[in-house]
C-alpha cells in the first residue's frame, strides 16, 4: 500500500506559466515533507522542504505547500523555465527515518 | 566534496551471476541508505545503516539480496544469484545526523541482468 501517491506520472506546462505538482500521503506522523529532482542518468537531487508545523515554504522561484488535514503537498514552481525538464519526487519522513517517495511526476517545460 | 560515489554506473550481466555494488558516503554521514527506482515501484528503500549498523532492512526482497557496510566510508549491495527482474537502477544516498537534514544520492547503478 503507497504511503506517498503523486497521482499524475507526467504535466506539460509552457515556459513562463506556473507548474503545480501534487503529493498526496496517507499518514499523519509524517513531520518533515521534502521535493527532489530527477534529471535523465543522474540521483535525486533536494530541493525544498518543510516541516509539519509550516504550511509554506518558498525559495525563489519554488513555493512548497502542506495542508495536514488533507494530507497533501504542492510544489508550486513559477516562472517555469525548460531547465526545470524533470522527475520531480515527494519524499516524507517521521522523525529521523528514511524518507518514502512518491513514484514521480515528469514535468515537461515546453518553450 | 565529491559527494556520494557509486560504482560501477553500468553493469551488465547474465542470469545466475553474483552482482556487488558499491557506494562511498559523504565523509561524515552517518546514515547510509540503499534504494532501488523501477518504472513499476518507483523509488524503494532496501535498506538502511546507522553507524554502520543495519537498521531496517525489510525492503530487501529476497535472500539473494545482501547488504554490508564494513566501516563508515564504504558500503556494498550484493546479489547473488541475480535475476532479469532485479534489473533497475540502485541508488545510495548518505545523511548526516540531525533531524532534517537531507538525503544526499548517488548518481546511480544501472543494472541490467539478461
Known amino acids: 500500500d503507497q504511503q506517498v501517491k503523486q497521482n499524475s506520472p507526467s504535466l506539460s506546462v509552457q515556459e513562463g506559466r506556473i507548474s503545480i505538482l501534487n503529493c498526496d500521503y496517507t499518514?499523519?506522523?509524517?513531520?518533515?515533507f521534502l521535493w527532489y529532482k530527477k534529471y535523465p542518468a543522474e540521483g535525486p537531487t533536494f530541493l525544498i522542504s518543510i516541516s509539519s508545523i509550516k504550511d509554506k515554504n518558498e525559495d525563489g522561484r519554488f513555493t512548497v505547500f502542506l495542508n495536514k488535514s488533507a494530507k497533501h503537498l504542492s510544489l508550486h514552481i513559477v516562472p517555469s523555465q525548460p531547465g526545470d525538464s524533470a522527475v520531480y519526487f515527494c519524499?516524507?519522513?517521521?522523525?529521523?527515518?528514511?524518507?518514502?517517495f512518491g513514484k514521480g511526476t515528469r514535468l515537461s517545460v515546453i518553450a | 566534496d565529491a559527494g556520494v560515489i557509486q560504482s560501477p554506473r553500468h553493469e551488465v550481466t547474465e542470469m545466475g551471476q553474483e552482482v556487488t555494488l558499491r557506494c562511498k558516503p559523504i565523509?561524515?554521514?552517518?546514515?547510509l541508505f540503499w534504494y532501488r527506482q523501477t518504472m513499476m515501484r518507483g523509488l524503494e528503500l532496501l535498506i538502511y545503516?546507522?553507524?554502520?549498523?543495519?537498521?531496517?532492512d525489510s525492503g530487501m526482497p529476497e535472500d539473494r539480496f545482501s547488504a554490508k557496510m564494513p566501516n563508515a566510508s564504504f558500503s556494498t549491495l550484493k546479489i547473488q544469484p541475480s535475476e532479469p527482474r532485479d534489473s533497475a537502477v540502485y541508488f545510495c544516498?548518505?545523511?548526516?545526523?540531525?533531524?532534517?537534514?537531507?538525503?544526499?544520492f548517488g548518481p546511480g547503478t544501472r543494472l541490467t541482468v539478461l
Open positions: 499518514n499523519s506522523m509524517f513531520d518533515y
Open positions: 545503516f546507522n553507524n554502520n549498523v543495519p537498521i531496517d
Open positions: 519524499a516524507v519522513r517521521s522523525g529521523n527515518t528514511p524518507l518514502v
Open positions: 565523509s561524515g554521514h552517518n546514515s
Open positions: 544516498a548518505s545523511r548526516g545526523a540531525g533531524v532534517n537534514n537531507e538525503q544526499f
